[in-house]
């Protein structure tokens, strides 16, 4: 089993990743006007009513 390095550095892995999501289209929205649209609060309400 390889030794995890004993820092993590961002930089080693974000980038090739944000490349590969970006490769495929991820963040990519595909609306279908024939339908309704679907929302959300962000951020969703919690328990205490506090962010």
Request: net charge negative; glycine share 2%.
């Amino acid at each position: 089993m390889p030794e995890l390095p004993p820092h993590y550095d961002p930089k080693d892995v974000e980038e090739a990743r944000y490349r590969w999501w970006e490769s495929q289209e991820l963040f990519r929205a595909d609306p279908d006007p024939t339908r309704t649209p679907y929302t959300i609060v962000i951020p969703p309400p919690n328990v205490t009513g506090i962010l």
